[in-house]
C-alpha cells in the first residue's frame, strides 16, 4: 500500500505560459521520464468551475491544457492522463469525504480566509459575501482527488501545501472512524524550480496580466517578448544580467555555456533590442517543436478525448474498487 505513487492536478482556468512551462510542465515530464514512478495527472475541471464561470473559457482551456502537456511529450502510456470530470467516483468520495471533515477545518483555509478578510476590509457587512460552497470545501474535494488513488506524493506549489495536509486530516479521521482505507498523502514542494519573472518584473502570472504564452505563433511570442520592460540604458553601456528580466527568463532556456557567453554580452553593452532578439530565438529554438504538435492536436479535438477517455478507463481501474471498499465501510451496501 505504500508504494510510491506521484498526482498532481491542474485547474483548467487559463491558457499555459511560459512561467507554467518552466516550473511546472517541462520539470514534471522530464521526472515521470526519469523515474518511471507509477504518476497521475488530471485535468481539475470541477476546481476550474470554483472560480471560473465562463462555460466557454473552462472548454477552451481544458483543450489547451490538454494539447500543451502533451505536446510538451507527457507519454499517456506512462503516465496516467484523465480529466477529473470523467471520474464519477471523485465527487462520490468528496460527498462522503464532507461528512467526515470538520467545518472548522475549512474555516482555517488560506483560500476562504482570503476571501473573508477582502470582503471586511472593502467594509462588507456580509463576511462570506460572494463565496460559493465551492470555494469553501475546495479542500475536501481535492482531499477526493488525491485519496482515491492513495497518492502518497503530491508535487504542488507553495499555495497548495495546507490542502495537501488537509487531505491527510481528513484520511486519518477516516481511518479513524471507519477502517484503514487511506494512505496519508505528502507534499513535494521543489525549491529548485526557478520563478519566472512576468513581462513587469514581477512573478509571471495570470493575475496579474503579465504573461508570455507558450504557444502563440511565432511572430505573436516575439511581440509578447519585445514588451519585456527594461531601464533606459543604451547600447553599449555595459548592463548588469542580474537586474534584468530578460536574462532571468532567458537562463531558463539556456545551458550554463550559453549563460556565460551572454553574460559577456552585457558586460560589453548589448543593447536591449538584441538581448530580447537572442531571448526570442533561444526560447522558440525549445519551442517550435512542441507548438508545431500542439497545433496538430488543438486542431483535432477528438483525438485528445479519446486519449482522456482511454485515461479515464485506466484510472477508474483504481477509483472503482477503492470507493467500493469505502461505501462498503461506511455502511452503504446491498440489502441481502
Ligand atoms: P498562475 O500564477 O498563472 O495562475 P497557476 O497558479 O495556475 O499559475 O500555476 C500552475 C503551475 O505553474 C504551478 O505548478 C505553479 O507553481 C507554476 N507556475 C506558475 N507561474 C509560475 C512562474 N512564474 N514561474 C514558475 N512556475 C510557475
Ligand atoms: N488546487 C490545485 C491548484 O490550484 C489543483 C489541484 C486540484 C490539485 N486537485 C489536486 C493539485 C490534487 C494536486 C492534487 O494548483
Known sequence: MSQKRVLTGITTTGIPHLG?????????????????????LFLADYHGIIKCHDPEQIHRSTLAVAATWLACGLDPETITFYRQSDIPEVPELTWIFN?????????????????????????????DHGISMGLF???????????????????????????????????????????????????????????????DGRKMS????????????????????????????EPGEPKNPDESTIFEIY???STRDEQAAMRDRYAAGIGWGDAKQALFEQINAELAEPRERYRELTANPARIEDILQAGAAKARKHTRPLLDAVRDAVGIRPLR
Open 251 to 253: 537562463r531558463s532556456f
Open 137 to 199: 470545501s475546495y479542500p475536501v474535494l481535492m482531499a477526493a482527488d488525491i485519496l482515491i488513488f492513495n497518492a502518497t506524493h503530491i508535487p504542488v506549489g507553495r499555495d497548495q501545501i495546507q490542502h495537501v495536509e488537509m487531505a491527510r486530516d481528513i484520511a486519518g479521521r477516516f481511518n479513524h472512524r471507519y477502517r484503514e482505507l487511506f494512505v496519508l498523502p505528502e507534499a513535494v514542494v521543489d525549491d529548485e524550480i526557478a520563478l519566472l519573472t512576468g513581462l
Open 206 to 233: 495570470k493575475s496579474y496580466g503579465n504573461t508570455i504564452a507558450l504557444f502563440e505563433d511565432e511572430k505573436a511570442l516575439r511581440k509578447q517578448i519585445m514588451k519585456i520592460v527594461t531601464n533606459s540604458q
Open 99 to 127: 461528512c467526515v471533515c470538520a467545518k472548522g477545518l475549512m474555516n482555517r483555509a488560506h483560500a476562504y480566509k482570503a476571501s473573508v478578510d477582502a470582503n471586511l476590509a472593502e467594509g462588507n457587512t456580509d463576511p
Open 20 to 40: 507554467n512551462y518552466v516550473g511546472a510542465i517541462r520539470p514534471a515530464i522530464a521526472e515521470s521520464r526519469a523515474s518511471g514512478e507509477e504518476s497521475f
